[in-house]
């Protein structure tokens, strides 16, 4: 909470603030809406929170300016140019990869709530 309000003020760009930032707060309003009949998994929590906390920072500095030097470097030291080449922020790369951390959520309500009863189509398909 502390750390989206410190980057509710004077974001790069105000507009695109909120178009990062109104979906992190649907999701923290759902989850609060539905704390008291479904309660996920602290790690499921951990996840989400990391995911929301990297989207606000995204937001902030607009996903493509986040000044992300220190892991370009790392990444440029590591040869990696056949997957990630030049000339993308890898801050913003990090943020699609990230969003894969829902998954582990949507398995965990999957099977706890028996929409799907096979372990392994839950985590295939979640």
Avoid at 29 to 55: A, D, E, I, P, V
Avoid at 58 to 85: A, C, H, M, R
């Amino acid at each position: 909470m502390i750390l989206f309000i410190v980057l509710a003020i004077s974001p790069y760009d105000r507009t695109t603030w909120w178009a990062e930032n109104i979906p992190v707060l649907i999701v923290v309003g759902l989850l609060l809406l539905t704390y008291s009949r479904f309660k996920f998994s602290n790690f499921s929590y951990f996840l989400m929170t990391l995911f929301l906390c990297y989207h606000t920072v995204g937001g902030y500095f607009t996903f493509e300016l986040v000044p992300f030097d220190w892991g370009n470097q790392l990444l440029s030291k590591l040869d990696f140019d056949f997957i990630l080449p030049e000339g993308r922020n890898n801050f913003d790369r990090l943020g699609h990869f990230l969003v894969g951390v829902f998954a582990y959520p949507a398995v965990e309500i999957s099977l706890r709530k028996q929409w799907v009863n096979n372990r392994l189509m839950a985590w295939l398909f979640g």
